[in-house]
């Protein structure tokens, strides 16, 4: 059975550990010793914010101007290693964000933006071009970039796995 759904990092490396899922898409630095991983995809953060605010790429000098904004983050629960680069974007700006909501769904984020409960900081990615609320901004000055990874477990015989792992 073939089947795609947004589940936590940490869900997915114990359903990987387990045989319960054959591969999985994580933003993780470490994994357990029976697991492989091999980066796909690595990439810069963007500001998310409500189309009305008056800002633009160009006039984006640092995220100090937004230090007493709220912020709505990924949950640290999500991905600890992803939640302390996201940090260090804010360590090198200079101050500690105000947070006001932590998820795991992109969808949710956006939605709290767009409501006007905060602003964020997601992948390249994640980026929705198609909201036509919400503003995106890559953070291309920035040092921290995060990476996304397939990882399956080394013991997994599936030849199904096999052939997709051939594949990327």
Not at 72 to 84: G, M, T
Not at 128 to 148: G, H, R, S, V, W
Request: proline share 4%; glycine share 2%; hydrophobic share 40%.
């Amino acid at each position: 059975v073939f089947s795609l759904k947004e589940i936590d990092n940490e869900t997915q490396i114990k359903h990987l550990l387990s045989f319960d899922l054959d591969v999985g898409f994580v933003r993780l630095e470490r994994v357990p010793k029976d697991l492989e991983t091999k980066p796909i995809l690595n990439e810069n953060f963007c500001l998310v914010l409500p189309k009305s605010f008056k800002i633009s790429s160009k006039s984006l000098k640092n995220l100090e101007s937004f230090k007493n904004e709220s912020f709505i983050l990924f949950d640290p629960k999500y991905s600890a290693s992803y939640y302390e680069k996201v940090m260090q974007i804010f360590d090198d700006s200079g101050f500690l964000p105000i947070i006001s909501h932590n998820t795991i769904h992109a969808g949710s984020i956006y939605k709290l933006v767009e409501n006007g409960f905060g602003i964020s900081i997601v992948p390249k990615s994640l980026a929705a071009n198609n909201n036509e609320n919400l503003q995106f901004i890559e953070l291309d000055k920035m040092k921290q970039k995060t990476t996304l990874s397939v990882v399956w477990n080394k013991n997994n015989r599936n030849p199904m796995l096999q052939n997709f792992l051939k594949l990327i």
